[in-house]
């Protein structure tokens, strides 16, 4: 049951719990986990950016997801769990999508991620990629909810 878990991460408290979360199966179950960190270009598309800004901000982005993906690694390998990880770029698509696409290739057997818990307004304008993740997902999905949800 659940050899393989998915990790979405993105450096956020809430995905933090999550993550801790999937550690803690993980060594219940002997499973292994994979860490997704997707760095999402859509910000930066439509907002008229130079395109010398934008390869900065991008390098930038692709830099600090790939420091989230070692230090959760770090955590996972310490907790003597089975870790690989992937830095997935989005040109222009909601993180979601690109979860739920690495969920099927893998395969994934259960996919774990932090939510926010965001409600109303606030969801609107925001979205919500765990509802993505969800209504969408091949396999199993444990949301984990921040402190403040």
């Known amino acids: 049951m659940y050899q393989s878990i998915l990790v979405p991460i993105d450096g956020s408290e809430t995905a933090q719990l999550g993550l801790r979360e999937a550690i803690g199966l993980a060594r219940r179950l002997s499973s292994r986990i994979r860490l997704v960190h997707v760095v999402s270009e859509r910000p930066w598309l439509y907002s008229g950016t130079a395109p010398e800004v934008f390869e900065?901000?991008?390098?930038?982005?692709?830099?600090?997801?790939?420091?989230?993906?070692?230090?959760?690694?770090?955590?996972?390998?310490a907790a003597g769990v089975e870790v690989d990880h992937r830095l997935i770029e989005a040109p222009g698509d909601r993180a979601g999508e690109f979860i739920v696409s690495e969920a099927r290739?893998?395969?994934?057997?259960?996919?774990?991620?932090?939510?926010?818990?965001?409600?109303?307004?606030?969801?609107?304008?925001?979205?919500s990629d765990a509802e993505y993740i969800v209504s969408h997902s091949p396999v199993p999905v444990l949301l984990v909810r921040g402190r403040a949800a």
């Open 105 to 127: 290739d893998w395969p994934a057997q259960l996919i774990v991620c932090g939510t926010h818990g965001r409600r109303g307004l606030r969801r609107l304008l925001m979205g």
């Open 56 to 77: 900065e901000i991008l390098t930038h982005l692709r830099s600090s997801g790939e420091t989230i993906l070692h230090e959760a690694k770090v955590a996972v390998r």
